[in-house]
């Protein structure tokens, strides 16, 4: 079986993989809506839609890995507190 602070810890490392993830997709998406920007007035505005059409698909993208992983550990959490009703921890990670 498995420890409460070893599901805690594990739980701690896969949110922060999440974290970092999603910090490292936003920084990209920053890097390309200003590489967008600059290419105003340069570049036709075929090329300029094409990227924002590639920003655009790549932030849905990033929405949903977001709300899958919320969704997940809300369940987690969720099943967690229902079968240890007297150390519920979703409040602490959800709220």
């Given at each position: 079986g498995m420890t409460e602070e070893t599901f805690l810890k594990k739980i701690d490392a896969e949110l922060?993989?999440?974290?970092?993830?999603?910090?490292?997709?936003?920084?990209?998406?920053?890097e390309k809506i200003a590489q967008a920007e600059n290419m105003i007035g340069v570049k036709s505005n075929e090329k300029v839609?094409?990227?924002?059409?590639?920003?655009?698909?790549?932030?849905?993208?990033?929405?949903?890995?977001?709300?899958?992983?919320?969704?997940?550990?809300?369940?987690?959490?969720?099943?967690?507190?229902?079968?240890l009703p007297n150390n519920p921890c979703k409040t602490f990670y959800v709220s």
């Amino acid at each position: 079986g498995m420890t409460e602070e070893t599901f805690l810890k594990k739980i701690d490392a896969e949110l922060t993989k999440c974290e970092n993830i999603t910090l490292e997709k936003v920084t990209e998406l920053r890097e390309k809506i200003a590489q967008a920007e600059n290419m105003i007035g340069v570049k036709s505005n075929e090329k300029v839609m094409e990227l924002a059409d590639a920003i655009a698909d790549d932030f849905l993208r990033l929405e949903k890995y977001v709300n899958i992983n919320f969704m997940g550990f809300h369940k987690i959490l969720k099943k967690h507190d229902k079968y240890l009703p007297n150390n519920p921890c979703k409040t602490f990670y959800v709220s």
